[in-house]
T-cell receptor
């Protein structure tokens, strides 16, 4: 059983398109995240949701819109894709929103904008 | 603001030897955790070890152990009896009450047979 799963694993698309990445966790966690890993391997948080509510938005362009239909799912929709959006996007989840706990990561989605 | 610094972009170790990866951090939070994550070529982020800041005892997980120096804000990872499968990018991270992880820039570890 995959704990945190993302689809698709690879996504190649043209500039200006709109795309979505889906994420699901079966760990029963309340908190889910999106992280971005750039070409230099630097990882940075983008969003955090707790039980379907947005709790962290790290000054991400509003072309990026997360959506959480329920606490087990957190999708990322990106409008008007730009070359600079090319990166690996990781979904993650953790158990306790009140305190620091380790995050469990999905396998990542490599987005390439051409 | 939290920051995590890994000053070694690359390290190399012989198989069966021991290697230590360095990490320093800065945080204003009183309650925080520290983590080491491993990212092999498969891209998966794998938790290696975690340390609660309030615990004085250094965490260990089989061949992996940490040297946590709270006053110095240092959190190094020691890998004993290195194996070829240990070759990966290693990220140090800190997590506080905001429940987001702040990552260092990573150390690429090569294991020589």
């Amino acid at each position: 059983d995959t704990a945190v799963s993302q689809t698709p694993k690879y996504l190649v698309t043209q500039m200006g398109n709109d795309k979505s990445i889906k994420c699901e966790q079966n760990l029963g966690h309340d908190t889910m995240y999106w992280y971005k890993q750039d070409s230099k391997k630097f990882l940075k948080i983008m969003f955090s949701y707790n039980n379907k509510e947005l709790i962290i938005n790290e000054t991400v362009p509003n072309r990026f819109s997360p959506k959480s239909p329920d606490k087990a799912h957190l999708n990322l929709h990106i409008n008007s894709l730009e070359l600079g959006d090319s990166a690996v996007y990781f979904c993650a989840s953790s158990q306790d929103p009140r305190g620091p706990t380790e995050a469990f990561f999905g396998q990542g989605t490599r987005l390439t904008v051409v | 603001a939290q920051t995590v610094t890994q000053s070694q972009p690359e390290m190399s170790v012989q198989e069966a030897e021991t290697v230590t990866l360095s990490c320093t951090y800065d945080t204003s939070e009183s309650d925080y955790y520290l983590f080491w994550y491993k990212q092999p070529p498969s891209r998966q982020m794998i938790l290696v070890i975690r340390q609660e800041a309030y615990k004085q005892q250094n965490a260990t997980e089989n061949r992996f152990s940490v040297n946590f120096q709270k006053a110095a804000k240092s959190f190094s990872l020691k890998i004993s009896d290195s194996q070829l499968g240990d070759a990966a990018m290693y990220f140090c991270a800190s997590g506080g009450a905001t429940n987001k992880l702040i990552f260092g820039t990573g150390t690429l570890l090569a294991v020589q047979p």
